[in-house]
Nanobody
């Protein structure tokens, strides 16, 4: 199983970024995917979830209405569109899935929201 995040960077408050997570090594379309972030200030924080088919999504209250999760099963990629970014969104963002009870993580991509 391999998960590779990309798309992070420096953005001004109010700006947007789209993160991607390219997955391989498992039957991508059979498993849910999540985005989780870590910052020194808040620790590990679950951000969003999407089911295997992309039919059901969930968001943390802190990002609801600003972030959108989606997936392309043909491309085995999950996305996180982030808008109206705030300084408190600064974190390393990881994608995650669980297969047969085992959690898998990528190495993360850093998002810095600062003027």
């Amino acid at each position: 199983v391999q998960l590779v995040e990309s798309g992070g960077g420096l953005v001004q408050p109010g700006g947007s970024l789209r993160l991607s997570c390219a997955a391989s090594g498992f039957t991508f379309g059979s498993y849910y995917m999540s985005w989780v972030r870590h910052s020194p200030a808040k620790g590990l924080e679950w951000v969003s979830y999407i089911d295997h088919a992309g039919a059901s999504t969930r968001y943390a209250d802190s990002v609801k209405g600003r972030f959108t999760i989606s997936r392309d099963n043909a491309m085995t990629t999950v996305y996180l569109q982030m808008s109206s970014l705030k300084p408190e969104d600064t974190a390393v963002y990881y994608c995650n899935t669980k297969i047969y009870g085992v959690d898998y993580w990528g190495k993360g991509t850093l998002v810095t929201v600062s003027s």
